[in-house]
């Protein structure tokens, strides 16, 4: 039965909106009609009508998802962006926080010139500077740091759409292993494992589910809507108004739980037990595609017998569900297969156990069969295109390990030029995957295996992205040189030496983005108008910096759209070409379902999906998922959990000023039955304090029956303390330090953020 919502096209997702029905009278050229319109009200043209429009393409960076974007300017000043058409991402529409890109670029909270440290770390006194001498000081201090501990002692973290040029490139052409994303040991780590382990592909930057033709979403956590991915948002709405089922797990009525068939409001921390539950539904009602498991799928055996016991009555007392919901739902995601799946989810680093649990996931999404199947789970294919041409890198043996590509994956870890593998403890503290950027505080406070002595924090939020800032805090202060490249002063930015201010996504070239995708695509980004104050590209930067160090061959190219034509030439492209063709280019044409009469299209050890991982059993770990049980809230406390505000991204959109005003602080979650029981009112200000004693600032209560009463939610993001910040500063609070501790995920090195409890107070 299809549902009475629209099929989301440009159109009517644009005129839903103010701001999108003037982008349409803009967009089909109907300047007079306005004009004369405005003239009868009495009203003169706004400014960005009395020029010549300026078009320029770009992608996205108000947050990961990186949507393709047409931004308009006159006169040398941006008034507003739109979704492009061609772009697979974006697909014309934007997203609100997408929309707020120009206010984000005119914050006139923006760090504005070069800036060398004079007083204490973290008082965040600084002097302004040339570029020369903020670039000749950083590498004179990253030379002697690699002169006295080796080019691995410098740790680079990097995150934003331009963090290619340090945590990638700069850091190999250097020489360290220690690079890292916040994207992989603090959101997909577990997810990329587990995909790997189980059916031998990582899901990737763009979740490979076939929207088109799903008919049964299951979400765990997942809380589509308030995390606003533009082309997620539309893809659920398109699949959820022809009348797709839809069951939300979540221990908090998420927005998304509002649409679903079936809300499943769990115990926190319990959802590998209805997995398992869910297993042993599908297995002993024999309600699973048998043909695709037998064919297709190694340990089945293995796993019946090791689900028998796990029954929906076993699973209701640690879920805090019902046995007949639990059933019913199985038997709803069944009647549905082979059009039926759990969405990977993203943020998936929750409570340490996080691999077992994805691998739960992906064994249920195996019995529905789900994999390589229209409505199931794609397999995304890389764009072609070649790298700029450099000679070997620093870094021998794979990429750095922040952004291995799928088949990457080796026993070896890379190696730095004096030898040492990176530091974060891979193989030894965890098994597999990507460097964890929250195990490489620790060395910089021990020496252990080996001292790191300097950072590169690119576009990554350090005292509000790790949990246990102050570990973070400590760790700065033993270090001999921070160096921070960022767009606003952000909290951290008190702790560097050295700060180059970026230009902004929209005032800038960049690298391509290059997406693995069901249609592969590459999209372009082109400044729309000079860099505001004395700002510079990080690839300008990164260069500049290479240049001092001696390495002049990874850095051959004297202008940015050489390296980027050098590139597009490999495909027959250029910058021009790209321009005229939509600032696009989609690979159309390459399969993304798996042709089961060919060659098996898993790429396991055996060829198959690994519901037995062997890999995990010759490691030591549990072949099969289990159940872990986690720890109980002490008395009087709650679990602390968050989630994402539809109109911001992570902590750094909170001093955007269309944004701020739109939603200026957050609010803590607190269930109204449990509120009223300990005397709490709707809408005054409480303290929270946690199992460490860690104090938040003042944050307005919501009391509300949409979470359980075990939990206490909020927006991440906010509580920053950053006096540079004037719309953000002291605004709500912060779950990052209300995180004192996380807990390590032992095969892919994930930080399990959800370890963490509260209590309320009612003062200071
Ligand atoms: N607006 C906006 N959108 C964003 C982002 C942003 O910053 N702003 N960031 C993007 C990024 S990088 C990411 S990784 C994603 C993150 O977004 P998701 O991957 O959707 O994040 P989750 O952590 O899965 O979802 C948070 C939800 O999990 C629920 N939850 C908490 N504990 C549990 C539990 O134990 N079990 C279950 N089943 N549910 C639980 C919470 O109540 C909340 O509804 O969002 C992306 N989209
Ligand atoms: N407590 C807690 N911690 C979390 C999460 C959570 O929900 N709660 N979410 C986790 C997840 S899923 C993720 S993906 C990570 C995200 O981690 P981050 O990416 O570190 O998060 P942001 O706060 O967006 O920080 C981006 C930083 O880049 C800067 N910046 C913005 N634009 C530019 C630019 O053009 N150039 C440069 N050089 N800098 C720029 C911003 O000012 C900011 O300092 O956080 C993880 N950590
Ligand atoms: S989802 Fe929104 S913020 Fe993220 S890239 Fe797309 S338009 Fe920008
Ligand atoms: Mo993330």
Request: proline letters at 7%.
């Amino acid at each position: 039965m299809a549902r009475t919502a629209l099929q989301i096209t440009r159109r009517n997702f644009l005129k839903s909106s103010l701001l999108g029905a003037a982008a349409l009278s803009l967009g089909s050229g109907t300047l007079r009609p306005v004009a004369e319109a405005l003239a009868r009200a009495g009203l003169a043209l706004p400014w960005f009508r009395k020029g010549q429009i300026k078009l320029s393409y770009n992608y996205c960076d108000m947050c990961p998802w990186r949507c393709g974007i047409v931004v308009h300017s006159v006169n040398g000043q941006v008034y507003k962006v739109d979704g492009n058409p061609a772009d697979p991402k974006s697909r014309g529409m934007l997203c609100g926080r997408g929309q707020a890109a120009p206010s984000f670029m005119y914050d006139p909270d923006r760090l504005r010139a070069p800036m060398i440290r004079t007083g204490e770390r973290g008082e965040g006194k600084f002097k302004e500077v040339t570029w020369a001498e903020a670039l000749d000081y950083a590498a004179e201090k990253l030379r002697l740091t690699g002169q006295a501990f080796g080019p691995e002692s410098v740790a680079v973290f990097g995150h934003t759409s331009g963090d290619f040029w340090f945590a990638d490139y700069f850091a190999q052409a250097w020489g360290t292993p220690n690079a890292a994303k916040p994207s992989s040991s603090l959101c997909t780590s577990p997810r990329e494992e587990a995909a790997k382990l189980t059916y031998g592909l990582p899901i990737g930057g763009h979740e490979p589910v076939d929207w088109d033709g799903i008919n049964c979403i299951t979400l765990i956590g997942s809380h589509i809507g308030e995390d606003s991915r533009n082309t997620v948002m539309q893809d659920f709405a398109n699949a959820w108004g022809r009348g797709a089922k839809v069951i939300v797990v979540d221990p908090r009525f998420s927005t998304v739980a509002a649409k679903a068939d079936y809300w499943l409001p769990i115990k926190p921390g319990a959802d590998t037990a209805l997995l398992l539950a869910w297993l042993n539904v599908l297995i002993t009602e024999e309600l699973y595609d048998k043909s695709f498991v037998a064919e297709w799928a190694n340990g089945f055996d293995k796993l019946a017998a090791h689900v028998a016991e796990f029954t929906p009555e076993w699973a209701a007392p640690i879920t805090d569900l019902s046995p007949d919901l639990i059933r019913e739902t199985a038997r709803v995601m069944a009647a549905n297969l082979p059009r039926s799946s759990i969405i990977p989810g993203r943020h998936v680093t929750w409570y340490g156990n996080d691999t077992q649990r994805m691998r739960a996931i992906y064994i249920i999404n195996a019995l529905l069969g789900a994999y390589g199947r229209e409505g199931g789970i794609y397999f995304s294919k890389s764009p072609y295109i070649e790298a700029y041409p450099h000679p070997p890198f620093a870094v021998t043996g794979s990429s750095g390990g922040c952004s291995a590509e799928p088949g990457q994956e080796s026993d070896e870890l890379p190696l730095g030029p004096s030898g040492k593998a990176r530091a974060d403890g891979a193989r030894d503290k965890f098994l597999r995957g990507a460097t964890a950027m929250q195990e490489l505080i620790e060395p910089m406070l021990t020496g252990q295996p080996y001292p790191i002595k300097a950072l590169i924090v690119y576009g990554t939020n350090l005292l509000n992205t790790v949990p246990n800032p102050q570990r973070t805090i400590e760790a700065l202060k033993k270090l001999d040189f921070v160096l921070a490249i960022d767009v606003l002063p952000q909290e951290h930015i008190a702790w560097a030496d050295v700060v180059f201010p970026e230009a902004t996504s929209l005032e800038r070239y960049d690298e391509l983005w290059v997406v693995p995708h069901k249609t592969p695509y590459i999209a372009m980004r082109e400044p729309a108008v000079e860099p505001l104050y004395d700002t510079k590209p990080g690839w300008w930067m990164a260069r500049e910096l290479g240049l001092r160090l001696g390495l002049e061959p990874y850095f051959k190219w004297q202008t940015i759209e050489e390296y980027l034509n050098t590139r597009l030439m490999s495909i027959g492209s250029s910058l021009d070409k790209m321009r005229a063709e939509n600032g696009v280019i989609v690979q159309e044409g390459k399969p993304y379902l798996a042709d089961f009469s060919d060659a098996s299209p898993f790429a396991t050890a055996s060829g198959k999906l690994e519901l037995y991982s062997e890999e995990l059993a010759q490691a030591g770990f549990d072949p099969l998922p289990v159940y872990e049980p986690v720890d109980e809230p002490p008395q009087g406390y709650f679990r602390l959990l968050y989630g994402r505000h539809p109109l911001h991204t992570f902590a750094k959109t909170q001093n955007t000023p269309l944004l701020h005003e739109l939603y200026p602080e957050n609010e803590v979650w607190v269930n109204e039955d449990v509120g009223a029981g300990q005397g709490l009112r709707q809408g005054e200000y409480v303290w929270l304090e946690n199992q460490d004693g860690a104090r938040s600032g003042p944050v307005k209560l919501k009391l509300t029956q949409r979470i359980r009463g075990d939990a206490v939610y909020m927006v991440h993001g906010f509580g920053q303390m950053a006096p540079g910040l004037s719309n953000a500063n002291g605004q709500g609070a912060s779950d990052t330090k209300l995180q004192t501790v996380y807990k390590l995920d032992p095969i892919s090195g994930g930080a399990g953020m959800r370890v963490n409890f509260v209590r309320i107070v009612k003062e200071a």
